[in-house]
Structures are given as structure tokens and as C-alpha cells.
């Protein structure tokens, strides 16, 4: 139903570009809202302005997108970057940063070109979901400092680490997540390192809403369809939901959780045992898309497995099933970009695209959105004017300076 709505409203301008329809507008002339406090969120009593001396928001301000503009070769979304949800509340409200309006412009290649080398990147920000919140990597962008000994974080004062063993966000920082699983670094970035839940909710995509706790969850039943399209990565490439069609090329072989090709490198499904051995070694993904040698000199090599540093602690805790004897495309749906080619609803051609992963209970799984490295060239980004001639493909009329042309 929602996404029905939204794709009349950007049809009626004569468009069917998925770059272009896919937006979540439905909720753009509305005001964002926050639970700062668990009692605020038991109460229902939501707030459209806040403070905590930092992060200050003293006007409403509306929910993400908030104009789409194009061109020949790019896509222009101009978002608050908040939520449609209530947002929070946030570590039962002692998490010291709250969401503010940013007031971005972010461009998206229209014809996104396939890499022609091994270009190995440290994301951090990955793209942009279609709600018009911004989309952030697995790692929560500290490692492992082979110097003090520890793990870097926010409040050791020892810097971000050697990124050689890159911390994995959910795992580190996971107590942060609000409902719809998202945070706010301190400059009050709201942003997911994993699945949007709440967006899936709002597109329809097989997730429940439990008014009693406000949060939620995966449905019980079995999928009866594609997922949507959840955002846009930087190469212009979409990311869909965690549910695909059986037979990649065929729309007719019905829909199931696609599987992702990692795994831990616990000693089962071919790959190597950290516990046992150390964290010795990078993944053979990793030393691959580096170019550099999986073998760690002693000075490289992380913790041992410990009750301190789990399983799954690290993003380099991670095996490729490709790199374990297994086989894409009959063991595993997901390549090690956590994509594949295929047809979609959108796409009836074809098309690269990218699945948000969970595994078979509804949790987030590694790499929740995607690997390492983009499929294609990563030009989209944040810019701080539009410098062409453009087509106005949506605004939000209740925001009286975009409906006035600032």
C-alpha cells in the first residue's frame, strides 16, 4: 500500500526509473519525531524538538526526503537524513548523542559502470536508503590497537587503531541501536550499519510492528514476495531487502531469504578455526581485495578468542564460502560484495544488486549490506551544491523554502 502510494505520486510526473520511483516521499511533509527517554517511549509522548547541549534540534524539522532532482547522469536527494519512524529512544537514554536535521544533497550515479580493478575500500558510508537516511559500512570505523594493547573505541583517547582488525558494529556497538536499529554518531548523523527493520515495515516487506513494546520484527509467515528496494549505494547499484526470487534470472521461482557467503571461521563449512589457532591470518576475501598477503607478521595479529574479543568481534573474524570449497549460486546466494546479478521487479533485464542479509531467525548477519569492495565505481557522494541544469521529480510542498526554489 505504501509503496503503491509513492509510486503514483512520482509517476504522475511521467517517470518509471526506478532511480527515480523508488523514493519513500510518503511521510516527507512530516515532522520527525523522537523518544529521548524509555518513559517518554511507554507514554507514547514522542518529541519534535531536543537538546542535550550538543545536539540541538529547536524546530521541527520534517522526516528525510525532502526533494529528488535529476539530470542525464545523476540523481540529486536533498533529505534531513531523519527518520519516518520515532527515532529512539537511544541506550534507554544515556546515550550521549540525539539525531539533527543535516540538510544534505547527496548524488547518485544514473548509469553505475562495473569496476575494471580490485579497488579495496574503507567505507564508512556506503550510500543511501530510500527514506532518505544515510547508510554506513559493518565496521564502527575503530580496530584493534596492537600498541595499547586493546581495542580502540569513542572514549580510550588511542585513536581509531591499525585497522587491520576492524571491530564490527553491530557486535560493538549494537546496545546503541534504537528499535529501528539505527543510531546517531556526535555530530547527530542518524544512520544504519544494518537492515533498515523500520523502513522494511514501512515498504511492506515482511516485518511486523508490535504496538504494545513499539518494536519490531521479522513476520512469522513464509515471504509471498520480492523485497523492495531499501536504497541506492554509492555505485549507483540498488539494495534490496533480504528476499530475492529462488532462481536468479527467473521471476517465477518464487522468493526465499537470500544466503549470505560469509561465515565465521569457527572450523565448520570448510573454513579456518580462529579459536584454535589465533587470529593469525586475514580471511583469503581480505587478502585478496587488499593485495596484500593473508599471513600476519606477529606484530599484526589480533587477541586471542576470548570472552573480550568473540567470534564475530571482528569484521576479519568472517570467511568467504567461494574461499571454503563452496559454491555460489548453490550453497550460498551472495557473493563476497554481498550481490549478485539478477532479475527484479524493477528490474525485469537484469541488473547487480545488493541484499540487506539476516539469517534464518530475522537477525542481521554479516555483511548486513555490503563486502569490502563496491561492484561499481563509487562516484556517488555528498556535494554541497547542484551545478547543473536539473528536472524537479519531487518536492516536499510543506517545506516552503524547497517549494520556493531555495
Known amino acids: 500500500m505504501f509503496a503503491a502510494a509513492i509510486l503514483g505520486l512520482l509517476v504522475t510526473n511521467g517517470f518509471a526509473d526506478p532511480q527515480l520511483t523508488s523514493w519513500f516521499t510518503l511521510d516527507s511533509g512530516k515532522f520527525a519525531q523522537i523518544y529521548r527517554t524509555p518513559a517518554e517511549k511507554s507514554a507514547d509522548k514522542p518529541v519534535t ?23 542525464s547522469n545523476w ?3 536533498r533529505s534531513t537524513g531523519l527518520g519516518s519512524q520515532i527515532m529512539g529512544p537511544w541506550q534507554n537514554g544515556r546515550f550521549p548523542n540525539l539525531p539533527i536535521d543535516q540538510h544534505f544533497i547527496f548524488a547518485i550515479p544514473r548509469h553505475p559502470a562495473v569496476q575494471t580493478g580490485n579497488r579495496f575500500n574503507r567505507l564508512n558510508e556506503i550510500g543511501m536508503f530510500v527514506d532518505g537516511v544515510r547508510m554506513f559500512d559493518a565496521g564502527d570505523a575503530f580496530s584493534y590497537s596492537h600498541q595499547a594493547g586493546r581495542d580502540a573505541d569513542p572514549r580510550a583517547g588511542i585513536g581509531q587503531g591499525d585497522h587491520i582488525w576492524n571491530r564490527d558494529a553491530l557486535v560493538n556497538e549494537g546496545q546503541t541501536f534504537d528499535a529501528a536499529l539505527a543510531h546517531q554518531q556526535n555530530w547527530g548523523t542518524y544512520h544504519y550499519h544494518v537492515e533498515p527493520i523500520a523502513l522494511r515495515y514501512l515498504l511492506g516487506d515482511h516485518v511486523d510492528f508490535d504496538p504494545a513494546t513499539k518494536t519490531y520484527g521479522e513476520s512469522k509467515s513464509a515471504p509471498t514476495k520480492h523485497s523492495p528496494i531499501l536504497g541506492w549505494m554509492q555505485d549507483g547499484y540498488p539494495i534490496y531487502g533480504p528476499f530475492g526470487f529462488s532462481n536468479p534470472t527467473n521471476p517465477a521461482s518464487g522468493v526465499r531469504r537470500m544466503v549470505s557467503g560469509f561465515v565465521l571461521r569457527d572450523g565448520r563449512n570448510g573454513a579456518d578455526d ?13 587478502a585478496r581485495e587488499q593485495n596484500c598477503l593473508a599471513i600476519l607478521k606477529n606484530s599484526e595479529a589480533g587477541p586471542a578468542v576470548s570472552e573480550w574479543y568473540p567470534l564475530g568481534h571482528y569484521l576479519e573474524d568472517y570467511a568467504y564460502l567461494g574461499d571454503c570449497g563452496k559454491t555460489l549460486g548453490k550453497d550460498f546466494d551472495l557473493d563476497e560484495l554481498n550481490g549478485r546479478w539478477c532479475v527484479t521487479p524493477e528490474f525485469p533485464q537484469g541488473t547487480y544488486a545488493y541484499f540487506t542479509t539476516i539469517n534464518a531467525d530475522g537477525q542481521p548477519i554479516y555483511p548486513y549490506a555490503m563486502g569490502r569492495r563496491y561492484h561499481g565505481n563509487p562516484v556517488g557522494q555528498l556535494v554541497n551544491r547542484i551545478g547543473e541544469v536539473v528536472t524537479t521529480n519531487f518536492v516536499n510542498t510543506a517545506n516552503k523554502n524547497l517549494a520556493a526554489g531555495n
Open 49 to 71: 524538538t531536543w537538546s542535550n547541549g550538543r545536539n540541538s534540534q529547536p524546530q521541527p524539522a520534517y522526516c528525510g526526503v525532502q526533494a529528488i532532482l535529476s539530470s
Open 274 to 286: 580462529l579459536a584454535a589457532n589465533g587470529r593469525k591470518t586475514l580471511p583469503e576475501w581480505d
Open 75 to 77: 540523481i540529486y536527494i
